[in-house]
């Protein structure tokens, strides 16, 4: 596949979804899904070519059900 058809791939999908989607897109929710558990920070890193960890740490989204439990077992 070459970047022409690539291209043209994503351009398609964003015309049936409504909005606009893109490789970097895919990657992000990759390492939002990834980070939703804090043990795959390592694998999320490699995967994603950081060299600096506290980049794929910014990946992390405040998850408030999980902060409200481990609040709850205090």
């Known amino acids: 596949m070459n970047q022409e058809q690539l291209t043209h791939i994503f351009k398609v999908l964003s015309k049936c979804v409504g909005f606009t989607v893109s490789p970097h897109r895919f990657r992000h929710t990759a390492a939002t899904l990834l980070m939703k558990d804090p043990n795959n920070v390592y694998v999320a890193q490699k995967l994603l070519g950081h060299k600096d960890i506290k980049t794929t ?12 439990e481990y609040v709850d077992m205090l």
């Open 57 to 68: 740490l910014g990946y992390i989204e405040h998850n408030v059900d999980m902060i409200r």
